[in-house]
């Protein structure tokens, strides 16, 4: 029976969170963008230790149950929607097992699980990060050079990893782990891409950069250099064998159809953090929007900002529909790509045409308008730019295989 | 608790409208339009899905209970066959909800058994006025209090199946308020002049009416003397025609996906080519969001919640959706898309509609 009634429990979950984002990251959200690469460890310790107390981490929300639905994934996008309304940057700070956490989730075993995540539950603030991209490829994930050999009781991994979410945070500011994508087969192709759990203080392993970024300026996007670098043998997520020919690609994918509805959350709490301050002015001027008179008597202001709600509304129920799916355990790889496609542009125009709309206050630091439409673009790029999506929807109606549609 | 999935009862009611959808309005749609003229029999075996009496309660003579959602889910079935004739077979509806969601007893229980028949029953509302400010909210067809009476003026077009319609809402600015009028057939004072000739919607029974001193006994104001609920009889049009046109666009994209696969180009088909798997994709995602915006907007009516920014947004959404999936179908089709043996331009034509034209459908 459809309904979009929203859970109570859900609805108990982000009483605190919405106080969080309005007291403790909203006002630090300006603060944050202009000391770049200064650590939000107020707001850290106090999800930290709110996880701690309730047992449900704000960034990967509480473990999947075994089987049957849930609503894990319902849950966190709504949590990271209102987080991301208090400053999306400051939210990717979140500690806990987050994108590293996902990958873990689609790939590894049951004991893997319980060793690499039972660190989420206790003791002080961890995070989890995955190195895919390296400096030559990008949405060609399949074309990673970074290599795993074994040598007896372990992997030996070299290579170069960039654009890690939290890289820093993940492997010098607390005992977390790094998911790193290696080839154990170099010639064969996806087949041989596997994910390989680094824990911090691995020998071998260097952070060697933090970028600086347009937006989302609080959250560490970092270099990783892998120099020989052995882990354990059962670091391997899932078998290591290179049997089924797309099965380390797979894992990779499904845990893009975990973390995309997450993204577009991401991008559509700043959409919405814009459209709501543009209507705050907006009525302080004077100016209302007359919802249900035809567009062509609107003024112009009307029709955009009527437009902008339309498409925000639109971009957050497909979010919800790939969640949702997620959480019935049923195949959700084209709605999340297309939730994906949806919020990416959705916040992209949103936040610009809030600039627009507000001409010089728009433009201003003094608000913090101009910061969204920094913030915002990150979403149309990483996990899976907005392209790679379009060609993920656009394979599964046509029915056309990667070789298929290029 | 969300779901995004129909019940089981509502699926049969979809699998039921999209049979007749494929096999009857869609094999005449295009005759239709040429004709400019609905095949009477197709119409009225559409009566045959039950729809409307299935939305009527028992104590008014049908055998179930409104539900916007499961209106929604079969208006965009119809709609993906024929807009025309998706128009023609639930015109009853123009009347027949209204009443049910605004009427007073007496009228329900008087009017509504009319609805329930075993075959074909049209109904009519008479909302759009033929200038360019057109505003339901805003009429510039007036009634006024006079005595027992209402007299209402004003002129009318684009009114459903107005020759063949026993009753006709008719709605008039009243002391500036939009309000209903239940107006029999042959009532003096209304005259059904010419048919309307517009872009699309060629196949559809669409007219003008002028209303001139047209006397209505106080009694069929909608609603009695309470009046009527206007905001919800919109919402409840807006989210019919957002249906709709995520039925046409959906017929739109599904042709061009099959051709984009079938139409070779430089050695290969056209859909191996990002420049068209780029644009189905676009066509693909924002079908499913209207469709989502369509749903949640209904179940707020159900609901009997506040619907009037969701219902708009969502038609709002939904317009501009439509136009944009059967253009990019006609261009996907190349200058086969222009051309009127394929039937991708008439869905472009038709839905241009939806962004001009209110209150023609409703669930």
Same mark, same amino acid.
């Given at each position: 029976?459809?309904?979009?009634?929203?859970?109570?429990?859900?609805?108990?979950?982000?009483?605190?969170?919405?106080?969080?984002?309005?007291?403790?990251?909203?006002?630090?959200?300006?603060?944050?963008?202009?000391?770049?690469? @200064?650590?939000?460890?107020?707001?850290?310790?106090?999800?930290?230790?709110?996880?701690?107390?309730?047992?449900?981490?704000?960034?990967?929300?509480?473990?999947?149950?075994?089987?049957?639905?849930?609503?894990?994934?319902?849950?966190?996008?709504?949590?990271? @929607?209102?987080?991301?309304?208090?400053?999306?940057?400051?939210?990717?700070?979140?500690?806990?097992?987050?994108?590293?956490?996902?990958?873990?989730?689609?790939?590894?075993?049951?004991?893997?699980?319980?060793?690499?995540?039972?660190?989420?539950?206790?003791?002080?603030?961890?995070?989890?990060?995955?190195?895919?991209?390296? !400096?030559?490829?990008?949405?060609?994930?399949?074309?990673?050079?970074?290599?795993?050999?074994?040598?007896?009781?372990?992997?030996? &991994?070299?290579?170069?990893?960039?654009?890690?979410?939290?890289?820093?945070?993940?492997?010098?500011?607390?005992?977390?782990?790094?998911?790193?994508?290696?080839?154990?087969?170099?010639?064969?192709?996806?087949?041989?891409?596997?994910?390989?759990?680094?824990?911090?203080?691995? !020998?071998?392993?260097?952070?060697?950069?933090?970028?600086?970024?347009?937006?989302?300026?609080?959250?560490?996007?970092?270099?990783?250099?892998?120099?020989?670098?052995?882990?354990?043998?059962?670091?391997?997520?899932?078998?290591?064998?290179?049997?089924?020919?797309?099965?380390?690609?797979?894992?990779?994918?499904?845990?893009?159809?975990?973390?995309?509805?997450?993204?577009?959350?991401?991008? &559509?709490?700043?959409?919405?953090?814009?459209?709501?301050?543009?209507?705050?002015?907006?009525?302080?001027?004077?100016?209302?929007?007359?919802?249900?008179? !035809?567009?062509?008597?609107?003024?112009?202001?009307?029709?955009?900002?009527?437009?902008?709600?339309?498409? &925000?509304?639109?971009?957050?129920?497909?979010?919800?529909?790939?969640?949702?799916?997620?959480?019935?355990?049923?195949?959700?790889?084209?709605?999340?790509?297309?939730?994906?496609?949806?919020?990416?542009?959705?916040?992209?125009?949103?936040?610009?045409?809030?600039?627009? &709309?507000?001409?010089?206050?728009?433009?201003?630091?003094?608000?913090?308008?101009?910061?969204?439409?920094?913030?915002?673009?990150?979403?149309?790029?990483?996990?899976?730019?907005?392209?790679?999506?379009?060609?993920?929807?656009?394979?599964?109606?046509?029915?056309?295989?990667?070789?298929?549609?290029? | 608790?969300?779901?995004?999935?129909?019940?089981?009862?509502?699926?049969?009611?979809?699998?039921?409208?999209?049979?007749?959808?494929?096999?009857?309005?869609?094999?005449?749609?295009?005759?239709?339009?040429?004709?400019?003229?609905?095949?009477?029999?197709?119409?009225?075996?559409? *009566?045959?899905? $039950?729809?409307?009496?299935?939305?009527?309660?028992?104590?008014?003579?049908?055998? $179930?209970?409104?539900?916007?959602?499961?209106?929604?889910?079969?208006?965009?079935?119809?709609? *993906?066959?024929?807009?025309?004739?998706?128009?023609?077979?639930?015109?009853?509806?123009?009347?027949?909800?209204?009443?049910?969601?605004?009427?007073?007893?007496?009228?329900?229980?008087?009017?509504?058994?009319?609805?329930?028949?075993?075959?074909?029953?049209?109904?009519?509302?008479?909302?759009?006025?033929?200038?360019?400010?057109?505003?339901?909210?805003?009429?510039?067809? =007036?009634? +006024?209090?006079?005595?027992?009476?209402?007299?209402?003026?004003?002129?009318?077009?684009?009114?459903?199946?107005?020759?063949?319609?026993?009753?006709?809402?008719?709605?008039?600015?009243?002391?500036?308020?939009?309000?209903?009028?239940?107006?029999?057939?042959?009532?003096?004072?209304?005259?059904?002049?010419?048919?309307?000739?517009?872009?699309?919607?060629?196949?559809?029974?669409?007219?003008?009416?002028?209303?001139?001193?047209?006397?209505?006994?106080?009694?069929?104001?909608?609603? $009695?003397?309470?009046? =009527?609920?206007?905001?919800?009889?919109?919402?409840?049009? +807006?989210?019919?025609?957002?249906?709709?046109?995520?039925?046409?666009?959906?017929?739109?994209?599904?042709?061009?996906?099959?051709?984009?696969?079938?139409?070779?180009?430089?050695?290969?088909?056209?859909?191996?080519?990002?420049?068209?798997?780029?644009?189905?994709?676009?066509?693909?995602?924002?079908?499913?969001?209207?469709?989502?915006?369509? *749903?949640?907007?209904?179940?707020?009516?159900?609901?009997?919640?506040?619907?009037?920014?969701?219902?708009?947004?969502?038609?709002?959404?939904?317009?501009?959706?439509?136009?944009?999936?059967?253009?990019?179908?006609?261009?996907?089709?190349? $200058?086969?898309?222009?051309?009127?043996?394929?039937?991708?331009?008439? *869905?472009?034509?038709?839905?241009?509609?939806?962004?001009?034209?209110?209150?023609?459908?409703?669930?």
């Amino acid at each position: 029976m459809i309904s979009f009634d929203r859970p109570k429990e859900i609805d108990d979950r982000l009483a605190f969170v919405r106080q969080t984002a309005k007291t403790q990251m909203r006002p630090t959200a300006r603060h944050f963008d202009e000391h770049e690469h @200064e650590v939000p460890w107020d707001f850290i310790n106090l999800m930290w230790d709110t996880a701690m107390r309730t047992g449900q981490s704000f960034r990967s929300g509480q473990p999947r149950p075994e089987e049957g639905p849930s609503l894990v994934s319902m849950t966190l996008v709504h949590v990271i @929607e209102t987080l991301s309304w208090g400053d999306a940057g400051i939210y990717l700070c979140g500690p806990g097992a987050g994108l590293g956490g996902a990958a873990i989730e689609a790939t590894g075993t049951k004991e893997q699980k319980q060793r690499f995540l039972a660190r989420y539950r206790e003791g002080k603030p961890k995070w989890a990060s995955m190195a895919m991209t390296e !400096p030559h490829c990008g949405s060609d994930t399949a074309a990673i050079r970074t290599t795993a050999v074994r040598d007896g009781d372990h992997w030996v &991994l070299n290579g170069e990893k960039i654009f890690v979410t939290s890289g820093h945070k993940s492997l010098i500011d607390s005992d977390g782990l790094s998911v790193v994508w290696a080839t154990v087969d170099p010639s064969a192709g996806r087949a041989g891409m596997k994910p390989f759990v680094v824990e911090a203080g691995t !020998p071998g392993l260097k952070v060697t950069k933090l970028e600086h970024k347009m937006g989302i300026r609080a959250s560490d996007t970092a270099s990783l250099v892998l120099d020989n670098c052995r882990i354990p043998l059962d670091n391997l997520l899932g078998s290591a064998d290179v049997v089924d020919k797309t099965k380390g690609f797979k894992g990779a994918m499904a845990t893009f159809d975990a973390t995309r509805p997450a993204v577009a959350a991401s991008a &559509l709490g700043i959409a919405r953090a814009s459209l709501e301050l543009l209507k705050d002015i907006l009525t302080q001027e004077g100016v209302t929007i007359r919802y249900g008179t !035809p567009r062509n008597l609107l003024s112009s202001i009307e029709r955009d900002v009527v437009e902008m709600e339309a498409q &925000l509304r639109a971009a957050w129920l497909l979010t919800l529909r790939a969640a949702w799916l997620m959480d019935e355990r049923r195949s959700n790889t084209i709605e999340s790509s297309s939730c994906k496609v949806k919020a990416g542009d959705v916040v992209t125009r949103i936040t610009q045409k809030a600039v627009e &709309l507000m001409g010089p206050l728009g433009y201003s630091r003094k608000l913090l308008l101009e910061k969204w439409m920094r913030d915002a673009k990150i979403n149309d790029l990483f996990e899976g730019t907005g392209q790679i999506n379009r060609l993920i929807v656009a394979r599964r109606i046509l029915g056309y295989s990667s070789q298929e549609l290029k | 608790m969300y779901s995004f999935e129909p019940s089981e009862e509502q699926l049969m009611i979809v699998d039921a409208a999209r049979k007749f959808a494929s096999k009857e309005l869609r094999e005449h749609a295009r005759n239709a339009d040429e004709k400019g003229d609905l095949a009477a029999e197709i119409v009225h075996s559409g *009566w045959d899905l $039950g729809l409307l009496p299935a939305s009527i309660p028992e104590e008014y003579g049908g055998f $179930g209970e409104r539900s916007a959602v499961t209106g929604v889910l079969a208006a965009e079935e119809l709609a *993906w066959g024929d807009l025309s004739g998706a128009l023609a077979v639930s015109s009853a509806n123009l009347v027949a909800l209204p009443l049910l969601l605004s009427g007073s007893e007496e009228q329900k229980k008087e009017i509504l058994p009319q609805f329930c028949s075993d075959s074909y029953v049209a109904g009519s509302a008479a909302v759009i006025e033929p200038r360019y400010d057109f505003d339901a909210a805003n009429l510039k067809t =007036t009634a +006024r209090a006079d005595g027992d009476s209402y007299v209402i003026n004003g002129m009318k077009c684009d009114v459903p199946c107005a020759a063949e319609s026993e009753w006709m809402i008719v709605y008039a600015a009243l002391d500036g308020k939009t309000e209903g009028f239940l107006v029999r057939k042959g009532t003096a004072g209304v005259q059904v002049k010419e048919r309307d000739q517009n872009m699309g919607l060629k196949a559809c029974p669409l007219y003008s009416v002028e209303l001139r001193d047209c006397r209505v006994p106080r009694s069929q104001r909608l609603g $009695g003397d309470k009046g =009527t609920n206007f905001d919800v009889i919109a919402s409840s049009s +807006r989210v019919a025609l957002a249906a709709m046109a995520v039925g046409v666009a959906r017929a739109a994209y599904e042709y061009a996906l099959d051709y984009a696969k079938k139409r070779q180009a430089f050695g290969e088909a056209i859909g191996r080519r990002q420049s068209i798997a780029f644009m189905l994709a676009e066509m693909f995602i924002d079908i499913e969001a209207a469709r989502l915006m369509t *749903w949640e907007a209904a179940w707020l009516l159900d609901e009997k919640r506040d619907a009037h920014r969701e219902a708009y947004l969502a038609k709002t959404f939904a317009d501009d959706m439509s136009l944009m999936v059967t253009d990019r179908a006609v261009q996907a089709l190349g $200058g086969h898309g222009y051309i009127r043996e394929y039937p991708v331009e008439m *869905w472009l034509r038709n839905a241009r509609g939806f962004a001009a034209l209110e209150g023609i459908a409703i669930v």
